[in-house]
Structures are given as C-alpha cells and as structure tokens.
C-alpha cells in the first residue's frame, strides 16, 4: 500500500476500471486531481462546458460500451454536467461523472461555489455518491463503475469534498472490494419463462419484433438477428435500436413510432405477437396506448423488472440481459423449429410476404424540388458517404427523424441520438467522445441549425485536439420540429421559431481554424460534400435546405400509430440507393 | 388507495432520500414514513405509507426496488401484517373530569406518562383507527395536542413475497 492522496487516488482508481479518457472543465476544489493530471498519462479532454463534458463521455460510452467519464468542479460545473447525465439515465448509457465539493467544514454554509450536488443529481443519475472519507474513495469508483455499466446502464455521480481530495491514505491497485448488497441484476431468465415463451412464438401467425437500446447495451446483435431470422418475423427498430439489426437486412422494417416507416406502424397494428426486446414501450412509439398493437399478446425482455407492465401488460415477461435471454430462446428454437415451428409457418410466412410488400410500396417519401436542397437529398447523400459504417451523432428534431428514417446502420454503435430526453446540443459534443473512442472511424454529427448554435464552443475543443469530426449543419432557418407542429397543429402561427443571424459558416470555422463552407444549391451539393469528407481533419459544413419541410409520416401526439399522417404531393422514395 | 410499503434499506447518507424521491417525483404524496436501524446496525427498515393509485403500486414497488440502497421493497398493503401506530397526546383537562378520562383511557390500553394540575400527556399504541377512536374521546375532554409516529407494519408470516415471480429468488427474510 503506497500512501498517497485522495486526487491521486481518484485517477488511480478510474485508470484502474478502465477509463481511458475524461472529458472535464477544471475549477477551484477540482483543484488537487488537476494537479495530478499535470503528470499522469491518463487523457484529459478539456471540453469548453461542462455539459459537454457529460454527452463527450456519453459520445464514449455509447461508441464503446465502456463508462464515459466526465469531470466538472461543485457549483456551477455540477450544475451544468446535469443535462448531460439525465439524458444518459433516460437512454441508459453508461457514464461516470466526478464532481468536486467545497470542503467539509464550509458544506451547508453557502460556500462560495456550493452547491447540494448530491442531492441535485439524485434524480439525475442511476445512483450517486458524496464522499467524505479518503478511506472510501477507492471503492467508491469501483462501485461507480460497476453500477454504472452492469444490469441497466446508466449514470453515476460521484461528489468528492476537496478536503478529501487533499486527504492521504493508503492505496494499491490490487485491494478488494466489497460486493453491493442492495443491487444484484438479474442477467439470466428462468428456465420457465423460456420455454413459456417459444411456446408463445410458435403459436402466432404475426409475429412483429420490437427492439431497442437494451439490445445494443447488451451486445446482442447476432443473436437478434438469429432470432428473427429463426422465427421469419419482422424486426423494427425504436430510435435507441437502430443499427442492432443492419438496416440490409431483409427481414429489417426500419423504425416505428410518431416518425416510423408505414410497414412498422401498420405492421405492429396488425400483428397477433407483439416482442418488444429491451424497449421500455415509450409515449413516441406507442402512440395512443390502447390502440398500440390492438390485438397483439405482449412478450416483454427487459433487464429492468420495472419495466415489465410500466406501460403495456405483458402476458409474458421475461426479465433478464437481452442477449442472454436470446441465446436461451435461439437454441430453443432451434431445437423445436421442426416440430412446433411447423404448424403456423405458413401464416408467418404470409405475414412475412404482406410486410415486405408494404415496405415495398410505402417507403420513406419526399417531394423533390428545384433550385432547393430537400433535407432528405442531404441525408441520401450522407448515407452514401457513411456506407452504413460510419458514426453518426444528431442532435434532436426533423433532422434527426430524417437521419434515423434514411440512414442505414449495418452495426450497432454507430448511431447515436438523444433520444430519450431529446437534448437539443447533443450531437457535437457526442461526436468528440466518439472520435476519441473510435479514432478509425469517420465520425459526422449531422445537427440542426438550432442545436448548433447550442455547440458551437465545442468547434474550440475540435479545433485544439485537431480531431476530424465532420459537422453537417442540415440548416432550414428554424427550429424545424417546433415550426412543423405550429403549422400542423397551431395553424401555422409561427412563434419564435426562426433562428435568426445564423453565422457564416466559413468565418465561424475559420474563427476556429477548421476549414467550412456553405452550400445551398443542389448541383453543388455532391462537391460540397466531397470537400468536407476529403478534408484530413475537421470541417464545418452549412447546407440551406428547404425550410417548409415536414418529417412524415406522422403520428399526431396522442394519436394511434396507424394513423398516419403521410407525405403529401407526388412523393419519391427517400431511400432505396 | 393508502398503500403500505414495507423497506430493508442500506442505513446510508441518501437512503431516504432516494426512496422519497421515488415516491414525490410521482406525485404521491407520503402520508407517514417510520425509519429506524433493523437487527443488523448496517441497515435500516422504513415504512411507509402513501396515497398510491392501484394500477400504480406494482410499478412503484418496483421502482424502490431498483434502487442500488434498497434491499427488499414489500407491498404489505393487502397482506396480513400487524400494523401498529404510537401516539402521545396531551389533553387539558381539570377538576372532578380527570378521573373518568382515566378510566376511559384504559379502554385503549393507554397510559399516562406526564402529568400536571391541568394536564395528562397520554401515550398509546395500536391500529390506525383505533388510535383515531382514542383522539375523539380525549377530544370531548377539552384541548388537546398529538404526535403521531406513523405506520410500523410487519408481515405475519414469512411468505410475504413480491407479486413478480422474478423476485422471489432475491427476497430475504426479516421484513
């Protein structure tokens, strides 16, 4: 045991459960771990706020798997990183975030800088933390990390007085630690519930698969796409799902909900056996609850038992990790496929044919124009250029509906989208965590012009890490989901939704030193493109598209999924290259 | 409908905190919450007691479930627990009237633990509706004033299981 101090500890500890990185924002208690920083090979990312701080960490987390790390000091630096780290519990992402505290002897007396972040955070993370003692500190982070990736990942907060910090005790990379009492995730489904389940499988006519982020979080991609393929049902994805299943594949139906493709809304309407695999049947899939999936039994996987029957009955619940649950249901599948499986394959089959046939002719739409770039060309073009391959962060609105409808992901952890707090500002810094996780990969974050003007400190930390993130500003003049609800449903009373002053975007990258420019016709949008993407590092890319458009289908809030409002005029397919 | 809530929680700073949360982030207003260390000092039993809609008391129990401090969450709301409440009360109350609130007290099982010339400071244990019987009697005798501590519960037998059969793997003994 090497005494040493609680700062140095706290990196020790974090190096220790694998960090490679933390994204942070000094400040006066965070003090003692920066002066360790001064000389340990751990990175440290200085972000240019600290609720980046928490979406480059989720941006890590969500590339990797692994717990991002943020780091921001008390007061203020707590209080921005909240954003940040309820948007991870709403998506269950994995993050770390440390926070410093005043002193013991000044918490509770207003502090200069005080804040209660312990209590701040409690609704803001999985679970949390206030040390106090240098003797806890060690197992405090392993705690953290455990919780933080283990059953439902999620964030986890650890506040650290500065007294602490200073503190010294003894420390050694090899010193147990203690087990959780109160949190044992259960991973492996009951024996049971598997075979009440394939029962339950082999018995529908209609099988519809659901999925979502569990399934990414879990790993469970092959064993996905093996079960679909077993049981010959279509598989839609909610936005966390999208890349668990290749958007190739042909039994892949796109994404259903309030933006979803015709064949998934009507498809999951129609269906007899409903499996919804790491879904937590939200309000923007779900549409009017009482008219989702009508005349479906429910088979709900989940990790998190109080997800079972939170907003749908399932008559079957299975809890467990989701690629544990489909290895079990795989194998037995495989082990019944000729004998019970026979008995209703043709009516799967047929039902297999009318999905098809729907995604045949109801793909996503849009109405070409001249002399206008339409948001959907763009996210055609961007899909060529990420060939399904490539990391792409969006912040949250139309552009992000249109990316999700159009692009295709042929892995997981290549999508990433605040999806379910919807942070406006997300995709930026999402991408610099990405890029440092997944530095052989071309990263592009496509925002909305509303979102990027939230981001737009980030192009310092781009430019001074000389990290070549793509940033493809989809630019409509507006915040476009908000316009788009004010004209469908407030009669088109436009309110403050046009941003206005909107930066050169040449200027503003040179003002950083990344390269940028502007397009805004279509025949120069190809050479456009190509210049960004041939460009070694970052670019800055501003493309004006059609500022009337709307994100169809949709779904009116509140309104059953297969009521769909559609494209208007004579529609072309979006997708399809 | 009141819902009784029955928790092993780990006795650490936040605890309370976090299983409050819970039940205020909903909405759900708690109408008693009892808390003190159980047999091992390292953790503590809380029972609570809140308005909680009935398509809603599966979900929270859960939802404390989930809850990295929270051992064991048991909904005792329909089960057969003993469910005791203390009260102390102190009634003004003088002259010949002072013996017959005595002898009526002892109807309850109540007994005085303080007394003045014009006051007796009463304490009691019992049901909720007994106590509630209690406190309109002593009304009738002149002011008074109350503590209440809330709802203790325990389960009267062992096989007090949560109503997922997934739990029941995890459930302990001792609630």
Known sequence: MERMSGARILIESLVREGAEAIFGYPGGVTLPVYDVLYAHPLRHVLVRHEQNAAFAAQGYARATGKAGVCMATSGPGATNLTTGLVDALLDSIPVVAITGQVPQSLIGRDAFQEADTFGISRSATKHNYLVKDVDELAQTVHEAFHIAVTGRPGPVLIDITKDVLLAETGYSDDQDMLPLRGYRPELDPDEDSIQRAVEFLWASERPYIYAGGGVISSGASDELVRFSELLEAPLAHTVMGLGAMPSEHPNFISMLGMHGSYAANIGVTE??????????????????????????????VDIDPAEINKNRRADLGVVGDARSVLRRLNAALEGTRDSLGLARRPQRLAWMDRIREMKRQHPFTYTPADGEIKPQDLMRRLDRIAGGDSIVTVD????QMWAAQIMRFNAPRLWQSSSGLGSMGFGVPAAIGAKFARPDKTVMAIVGDGGFMMSIPELGTISANRLPVKIIVMNNNSLGMVRQWQELFYGGRYSQVFVEAFPDASLLGAAFGIPGGAVADPADLDRALETAFSEPGPYLLNVQVSPEECVYPMVPAGGAVNEMIMEPGPAVAAAGD | MRQLISLLVENKPGALMRVAGVLTSRGYNIESLTVAKALDPTLSIMTIEAEVSDSGRDLLIKQISRLVNVIKAVDLTVSRAVRREMVLIRVHVEGSRR???????????????????STYMIEATGATDKLDALVSLLRSYGPIEMVRSGAMAMARSKHNQLPVPHFSEASLSGV
Do not use: Y
């Open chain 2, 99 to 117: 013996a017959a609130l005595l002898t009526e007290a002892q109807i309850f099982r109540a007994h005085v633990v303080d007394a003045s010339p």
């Open chain 1, 396 to 399: 949250v609105g139309q552009h």
């Open chain 1, 271 to 300: 269906c007899d056996a409903l499996i919804g695999l790491g879904v937590r049947f939200d309000d923007r899939v779900t549409g009017r609850l009482d008219k989702f999936a009508p005349g479906a039994k429910v088979l709900h």
